[in-house]
């Protein structure tokens, strides 16, 4: 059931997840299916109601840094961080705090533990509602296209989900930027809402775990799978032509003519506008009578970098499921 967040709304979602259930909510990234993160089988569910095919780390989402120091081992980096991206999509990875409460099965056994204070005014009066750790993974089945809207959770999800909470279109419109602050050098496991150039401004240089060796960044970050925000039809990236049968999703002032379809980015090749259309265009280009999807060449900076990831993935057909 999708809903309109009211106090007397929340209250019923806060319930619902104190008593183990799960309910889809807005964040400014993407639409979460959340679960008490402090509950292993309420973290099975998610598991369960996604078809997650293995399991991976789920991002426990908190309101501030004073709780995420409850769950995690906080470090200066971390604060710095955190006053500059707090609320918002950044997602640090620490090593667990003793006696975290923090459901194992969240963080896939790994000795650390993936928290983000999101900056929805609906995702912060649940969290404060329910009075513990949100864990939340993108609410859609596993592999498909990430919701930006409360009908793309619907649509995904169907009855896997009683309560969805509707809060519009996200503004961000990507999932956050998953950064690891357990090594020397911070490694962005995972490009998204947070750009490196303005986490570098605050930390210095990073490093992106595409260019870690394959075995090494798998490890990091296992929910990273080649095929992932897949659509329906095969995508073809980089396009500057396009033919009949195919639907374009184009980005800036001139898109080739000719498509069956055409879905524009962002016609000021603006990035941040572009990231908060992706998903939906992604969807809206996915239906009958298009053989396939057509993608205009994104530039390489800023959020650019977290739109292309996606592209990439969504393009990938290695017939494996993926994470999430
Ligand atoms: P999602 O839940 O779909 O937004 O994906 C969460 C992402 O965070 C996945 O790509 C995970 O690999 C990553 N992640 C979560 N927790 C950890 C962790 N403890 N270590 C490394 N990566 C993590
Ligand atoms: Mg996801």
Not at 15 to 36: C, H, I, N, S, W
Request: hydrophobic share 45%; net charge neutral.
């Amino acid at each position: 059931m999708i809903v309109e967040p009211t106090a007397a709304t929340i209250a019923e979602a806060a319930k619902l997840l104190r008593e183990g259930g799960l309910v889809a909510f807005p964040t400014e990234t993407v639409y979460g299916l959340g679960g008490d993160a402090t509950n292993e089988r309420a973290v099975a569910a998610i598991f369960e109601a996604k078809g997650r095919p293995q399991f991976n780390p789920l991002i426990s989402h908190v309101l501030d840094a004073g709780e995420a120091r409850r769950y995690v081992q906080w470090n200066q980096t971390a604060d710095k961080l955190a006053r500059r991206f707090w609320p918002g999509p950044l997602t640090l990875v620490l090593p667990r705090a003793p006696n975290s409460p923090i459901a194992l099965l969240a963080t896939a056994g790994l000795d650390t533990a993936a928290v983000r204070a999101p900056s929805h005014a609906v995702a912060q009066g649940l969290i404060r509602a329910v009075g513990r750790p949100i864990a939340a993974p993108s609410a859609n089945r596993s592999g498909a296209v990430s919701p930006t809207r409360a009908e793309h959770v619907a649509e995904s999800l169907g009855d896997r989900v009683t309560l969805v909470l509707d809060g519009g279109p996200c503004r961000v419109g990507l999932e956050s930027t998953v950064l690891d602050l357990t090594t020397d050098r911070p490694i962005v496991l995972r490009p998204g809402g947070a750009t490196r150039e303005a986490i570098e401004g605050v930390i210095g240089p990073v490093a992106l775990s595409d260019a870690l060796p394959t075995g090494d960044a798998a490890l990091k970050s296992p929910g990273q799978l080649k095929s992932h925000y897949a659509p329906g039809r095969p995508v073809r990236l980089n396009a500057t032509s396009v033919s009949a049968d195919e639907g374009l999703l184009a980005f800036g002032p001139h898109p080739p003519a000719g498509a069956m379809l055409t879905c524009n980015l962002s016609p000021s090749s603006d990035l941040g506008e572009a990231a908060a259309n992706l998903f939906a265009q992604l969807r809206a280009l996915d239906r009958p009578g298009i053989g396939r999807i057509a993608v205009m060449p994104i530039p390489e900076r800023g959020l650019g970098l977290a739109i292309n990831d996606r592209l990439r993935r969504a393009a990938a057909d290695d017939g494996a499921g993926s994470g999430g």
